[in-house]
Protein backbone atom coordinates (compact mmCIF):
# COMPACT_ATOMS: atom_id res chain seq x y z
CA UNK A 1 0.00 0.00 0.00
CA UNK A 2 0.76 3.91 -0.88
CA UNK A 3 3.21 4.74 2.48
CA UNK A 4 1.81 8.27 1.50
CA UNK A 5 -1.91 6.99 2.27
CA UNK A 6 -0.87 5.13 5.21
CA UNK A 7 0.85 8.41 6.80
CA UNK A 8 -2.32 9.89 5.84
CA UNK A 9 -4.76 7.79 7.60
CA UNK A 10 -2.49 7.30 10.80
CA UNK A 11 -2.05 10.89 10.90
CA UNK A 12 -6.30 11.28 10.44
CA UNK A 13 -6.70 8.94 13.34
CA UNK A 14 -3.98 9.73 15.72
CA UNK A 15 -2.30 6.69 15.90
CA UNK A 16 1.68 5.79 16.05
CA UNK A 17 4.38 3.64 16.33
CA UNK A 18 2.51 1.40 13.15
CA UNK A 19 3.88 -2.24 12.84
CA UNK A 20 2.85 -3.87 10.02
CA UNK A 21 1.16 -7.44 10.62
CA UNK A 22 -0.35 -8.10 7.44
CA UNK A 23 -0.85 -6.60 3.70
CA UNK A 24 -2.98 -8.25 0.75
CA UNK A 25 -4.68 -6.83 -2.14
CA UNK A 26 -6.24 -3.42 -0.89
CA UNK A 27 -5.91 -4.22 2.76
CA UNK A 28 -3.32 -2.96 5.53
CA UNK A 29 -3.15 -3.97 8.91
CA UNK A 30 -0.99 -2.77 11.62
CA UNK A 31 0.03 -3.09 15.08
CA UNK A 32 -0.52 0.67 16.49
CA UNK A 33 -0.22 2.69 19.16
CA UNK A 34 -3.55 4.80 20.09
CA UNK A 35 -4.49 7.42 22.73
CA UNK A 36 -5.66 4.84 24.99
CA UNK A 37 -3.32 1.97 24.27
CA UNK A 38 -2.44 -0.73 21.75
CA UNK A 39 -5.28 -1.21 19.01
CA UNK A 40 -5.11 -2.78 15.21
CA UNK A 41 -5.21 -0.47 12.49
CA UNK A 42 -7.13 -1.38 8.91
CA UNK A 43 -6.66 0.14 6.29
CA UNK A 44 -8.97 -0.72 2.80
CA UNK A 45 -7.39 1.29 -0.21
CA UNK A 46 -9.92 2.51 -2.78
CA UNK A 47 -7.12 3.78 -5.05
CA UNK A 48 -6.78 2.85 -8.60
CA UNK A 49 -9.45 -0.19 -8.69
CA UNK A 50 -12.46 -0.67 -10.76
CA UNK A 51 -14.38 -1.76 -7.98
CA UNK A 52 -14.04 0.66 -5.37
CA UNK A 53 -17.80 0.95 -4.37
CA UNK A 54 -17.83 -2.78 -3.91
CA UNK A 55 -14.68 -2.78 -1.75
CA UNK A 56 -16.02 -0.14 0.25
CA UNK A 57 -19.03 -1.92 1.10
CA UNK A 58 -17.49 -5.14 2.15
CA UNK A 59 -15.45 -2.97 4.75
CA UNK A 60 -18.46 -1.12 5.82
CA UNK A 61 -19.71 -4.57 6.38
CA UNK A 62 -17.27 -5.82 8.29
CA UNK A 63 -16.81 -2.94 10.80
CA UNK A 64 -20.78 -2.71 10.98
CA UNK A 65 -21.01 -5.85 12.18
CA UNK A 66 -19.01 -5.77 15.16
CA UNK A 67 -19.70 -2.67 15.85
CA UNK A 68 -23.07 -4.06 16.82
CA UNK A 69 -21.55 -6.87 18.77
CA UNK A 70 -19.96 -7.45 21.98
CA UNK A 71 -18.95 -10.97 22.53
CA UNK A 72 -15.64 -12.45 24.10
CA UNK A 73 -15.26 -14.62 21.21
CA UNK A 74 -15.50 -11.68 18.56
CA UNK A 75 -13.11 -9.31 18.11
CA UNK A 76 -14.27 -5.59 18.98
CA UNK A 77 -14.13 -2.19 17.03
CA UNK A 78 -11.99 0.54 19.14
CA UNK A 79 -12.85 3.00 16.52
CA UNK A 80 -15.35 3.24 13.56
CA UNK A 81 -15.01 3.65 10.02
CA UNK A 82 -13.85 6.65 9.06
CA UNK A 83 -13.19 8.11 5.26
CA UNK A 84 -9.51 9.23 4.83
CA UNK A 85 -9.20 12.34 1.93
CA UNK A 86 -10.93 14.07 0.12
CA UNK A 87 -11.70 12.79 -2.72
CA UNK A 88 -11.77 9.53 -0.57
CA UNK A 89 -8.29 7.58 -1.20
CA UNK A 90 -8.78 4.87 1.96
CA UNK A 91 -11.28 4.05 4.81
CA UNK A 92 -9.83 2.70 8.23
CA UNK A 93 -10.71 2.08 11.68
CA UNK A 94 -9.01 0.33 14.63
CA UNK A 95 -10.14 -3.08 16.42
CA UNK A 96 -8.65 -3.95 19.82
CA UNK A 97 -5.65 -5.39 20.09
CA UNK A 98 -5.71 -9.21 20.82
CA UNK A 99 -2.50 -10.04 22.71
CA UNK A 100 -1.71 -13.87 21.23
CA UNK A 101 -1.27 -15.76 17.61
CA UNK A 102 -3.10 -16.60 14.94
CA UNK A 103 -4.73 -20.27 14.93
CA UNK A 104 -2.27 -21.08 11.75
CA UNK A 105 0.68 -20.51 13.99
CA UNK A 106 -0.45 -23.45 16.24
CA UNK A 107 -1.45 -25.90 13.57
CA UNK A 108 0.17 -28.76 12.18
CA UNK A 109 1.47 -30.84 15.24
CA UNK A 110 -1.86 -32.95 16.62
CA UNK A 111 -3.74 -31.75 19.85
CA UNK A 112 -5.00 -33.39 22.68
CA UNK A 113 -8.72 -33.58 22.55
CA UNK A 114 -9.67 -31.35 25.73
CA UNK A 115 -7.70 -28.32 23.76
CA UNK A 116 -9.42 -29.08 20.61
CA UNK A 117 -12.82 -29.13 22.77
CA UNK A 118 -11.87 -25.48 23.85
CA UNK A 119 -10.92 -24.71 20.48
CA UNK A 120 -14.37 -25.98 19.05
CA UNK A 121 -16.48 -24.67 21.90
CA UNK A 122 -15.03 -20.91 21.87
CA UNK A 123 -15.55 -20.48 18.31
CA UNK A 124 -19.11 -21.93 18.35
CA UNK A 125 -19.96 -19.40 20.92
CA UNK A 126 -18.44 -16.72 18.71
CA UNK A 127 -20.72 -18.00 15.94
CA UNK A 128 -24.00 -18.62 17.98
CA UNK A 129 -23.62 -14.70 18.56
CA UNK A 130 -23.56 -14.22 14.82
CA UNK A 131 -25.91 -16.94 13.95
CA UNK A 132 -28.64 -15.17 16.46
CA UNK A 133 -28.42 -12.13 14.15
CA UNK A 134 -29.10 -14.15 11.26
CA UNK A 135 -25.24 -13.78 10.37
CA UNK A 136 -22.80 -16.06 8.36
CA UNK A 137 -19.51 -15.59 8.66
CA UNK A 138 -18.57 -17.64 5.38
CA UNK A 139 -14.36 -17.36 5.97
CA UNK A 140 -13.75 -19.60 9.05
CA UNK A 141 -10.21 -20.33 8.49
CA UNK A 142 -6.90 -20.71 10.93
CA UNK A 143 -6.23 -17.02 9.80
CA UNK A 144 -9.21 -15.68 11.21
CA UNK A 145 -9.24 -16.86 14.85
CA UNK A 146 -6.70 -16.01 17.48
CA UNK A 147 -5.76 -17.69 20.21
CA UNK A 148 -4.96 -14.88 23.08
CA UNK A 149 -2.37 -15.80 25.55
CA UNK A 150 -4.80 -16.57 28.37
CA UNK A 151 -6.01 -19.52 26.37
CA UNK A 152 -9.07 -17.97 25.07
CA UNK A 153 -10.47 -18.10 21.21
CA UNK A 154 -11.75 -15.08 19.54
CA UNK A 155 -13.14 -14.74 15.91
CA UNK A 156 -11.85 -12.46 13.31
CA UNK A 157 -12.67 -10.35 10.29
CA UNK A 158 -15.69 -10.82 9.24
CA UNK A 159 -15.67 -9.06 5.41
CA UNK A 160 -17.40 -12.15 3.90
CA UNK A 161 -20.41 -12.02 6.57
CA UNK A 162 -23.84 -12.57 5.16
CA UNK A 163 -26.95 -10.91 6.75
CA UNK A 164 -29.22 -13.89 5.72
CA UNK A 165 -32.09 -11.31 5.48
CA UNK A 166 -30.14 -8.65 3.48
CA UNK A 167 -29.05 -10.44 0.23
CA UNK A 168 -28.33 -7.97 -1.87
CA UNK A 169 -24.88 -7.47 0.70
CA UNK A 170 -23.80 -10.81 -0.35
CA UNK A 171 -22.42 -10.25 -4.15
CA UNK A 172 -18.86 -9.04 -3.26
CA UNK A 173 -16.57 -11.47 -3.60
CA UNK A 174 -15.74 -15.23 -3.70
CA UNK A 175 -16.33 -15.98 0.11
CA UNK A 176 -14.15 -18.34 2.02
CA UNK A 177 -10.87 -20.15 1.89
CA UNK A 178 -9.52 -22.65 0.12
CA UNK A 179 -9.45 -26.08 2.35
CA UNK A 180 -11.57 -24.71 4.82
CA UNK A 181 -14.85 -24.75 2.76
CA UNK A 182 -18.34 -26.08 2.90
CA UNK A 183 -19.73 -28.01 0.54
CA UNK A 184 -22.25 -25.13 0.13
CA UNK A 185 -19.51 -22.93 -0.99
CA UNK A 186 -19.42 -24.82 -3.82
CA UNK A 187 -23.49 -24.39 -4.54
CA UNK A 188 -25.66 -21.78 -5.92
CA UNK A 189 -27.33 -20.94 -2.95
CA UNK A 190 -23.69 -20.20 -0.90
CA UNK A 191 -23.41 -20.72 3.18
CA UNK A 192 -25.81 -21.15 5.88
CA UNK A 193 -24.87 -21.41 9.64
CA UNK A 194 -24.60 -25.31 9.33
CA UNK A 195 -21.88 -24.29 6.77
CA UNK A 196 -19.93 -22.43 9.63
CA UNK A 197 -20.46 -25.27 11.41
CA UNK A 198 -18.89 -28.03 9.28
CA UNK A 199 -15.43 -25.29 8.86
CA UNK A 200 -15.35 -25.45 12.49
CA UNK A 201 -15.22 -28.84 12.03
CA UNK A 202 -12.61 -28.28 10.00
CA UNK A 203 -10.83 -26.41 12.60
CA UNK A 204 -10.85 -28.94 14.96
CA UNK A 205 -10.22 -31.93 12.46
CA UNK A 206 -6.38 -30.24 11.94
CA UNK A 207 -5.94 -29.64 15.60
CA UNK A 208 -6.57 -33.14 15.96
CA UNK A 209 -4.46 -34.67 12.77
CA UNK A 210 -2.41 -31.86 11.16
CA UNK A 211 -4.33 -32.33 8.22
CA UNK A 212 -7.07 -31.38 6.04
CA UNK A 213 -10.28 -33.77 6.15
CA UNK A 214 -10.33 -32.85 2.09
CA UNK A 215 -6.50 -32.36 1.15
CA UNK A 216 -6.16 -29.18 -0.94
CA UNK A 217 -4.00 -30.11 -4.62
CA UNK A 218 -3.52 -28.63 -7.50
CA UNK A 219 -6.76 -31.01 -8.46
CA UNK A 220 -8.83 -28.14 -7.82
CA UNK A 221 -11.67 -30.04 -9.82
CA UNK A 222 -10.89 -33.14 -7.63
CA UNK A 223 -11.28 -31.14 -4.18
CA UNK A 224 -14.33 -29.84 -5.44
CA UNK A 225 -15.42 -32.90 -6.04
CA UNK A 226 -14.93 -34.79 -2.99
CA UNK A 227 -16.43 -31.81 -1.04
CA UNK A 228 -19.20 -32.06 -2.50
CA UNK A 229 -20.14 -35.98 -1.96
CA UNK A 230 -17.51 -37.93 -0.16
CA UNK A 231 -17.42 -38.04 3.41
CA UNK A 232 -14.90 -36.94 5.66
CA UNK A 233 -12.03 -39.60 6.94
CA UNK A 234 -13.74 -40.19 10.78
CA UNK A 235 -11.75 -39.59 13.88
CA UNK A 236 -12.52 -42.61 15.93
CA UNK A 237 -9.93 -44.20 13.19
CA UNK A 238 -7.74 -41.43 13.18
CA UNK A 239 -7.20 -40.73 16.84
CA UNK A 240 -8.52 -44.12 18.48
CA UNK A 241 -7.81 -41.53 21.57
CA UNK A 242 -10.44 -39.35 21.37
CA UNK A 243 -13.47 -40.22 23.46
CA UNK A 244 -16.06 -41.42 21.16
CA UNK A 245 -18.82 -38.68 21.98
CA UNK A 246 -16.11 -36.04 21.05
CA UNK A 247 -15.40 -37.85 17.55
CA UNK A 248 -18.88 -38.18 17.29
CA UNK A 249 -19.68 -34.29 17.47
CA UNK A 250 -16.53 -33.73 15.09
CA UNK A 251 -17.47 -36.03 12.45
CA UNK A 252 -21.29 -34.69 12.88
CA UNK A 253 -19.98 -31.11 11.93
CA UNK A 254 -18.47 -32.53 9.19
CA UNK A 255 -21.51 -34.14 7.82
CA UNK A 256 -21.36 -33.76 3.15
CA UNK A 257 -25.84 -32.96 4.41
CA UNK A 258 -25.84 -29.78 6.17
CA UNK A 259 -29.31 -31.08 7.59
CA UNK A 260 -27.20 -33.74 9.43
CA UNK A 261 -24.67 -31.44 11.09
CA UNK A 262 -25.91 -29.34 14.22
CA UNK A 263 -27.79 -26.65 12.64
CA UNK A 264 -25.90 -23.75 14.07
CA UNK A 265 -23.49 -22.52 16.38
CA UNK A 266 -25.41 -22.62 19.94
CA UNK A 267 -26.24 -26.19 18.62
CA UNK A 268 -22.43 -27.07 18.67
CA UNK A 269 -21.79 -25.29 21.22
CA UNK A 270 -24.03 -27.19 23.46
CA UNK A 271 -22.85 -30.32 22.73
CA UNK A 272 -19.39 -29.52 23.28
CA UNK A 273 -20.06 -27.85 26.72
CA UNK A 274 -22.28 -31.69 27.35
CA UNK A 275 -18.54 -33.15 26.65
CA UNK A 276 -16.37 -31.03 29.30
CA UNK A 277 -15.00 -32.51 32.43
Known amino acids: MDQAVVDLVAN ?11 EGGQKYVARCRATDGDAVLKIVSLQGIGNAGEVLERAKREVGLLADMDHPNLVRIRQPLTNV ?21 RLGVP ?10 LEVARGLQALHERSVVHRDLSPNNVRRLNQGSYVIMDPGYARHLSR ?7 QPGTPGFLSPEHLSQNGPLPASD ?3 VGILMFVALTGDLPYPL ?17 QI ?42
Open 12 to 22: ELGVENLVRLR
Open 85 to 105: GDPIVAVAWLEEYLEGEDLTD
Open 111 to 120: WPWSDVQVLG
Open 167 to 173: STLTVFG
Open 197 to 199: VFC
Open 217 to 233: TADIAGYQSALRSQPAP
Open 236 to 277: GVLRPDVPPEGASIVDRCLDVQPARRFLDGGELAAALECQLT
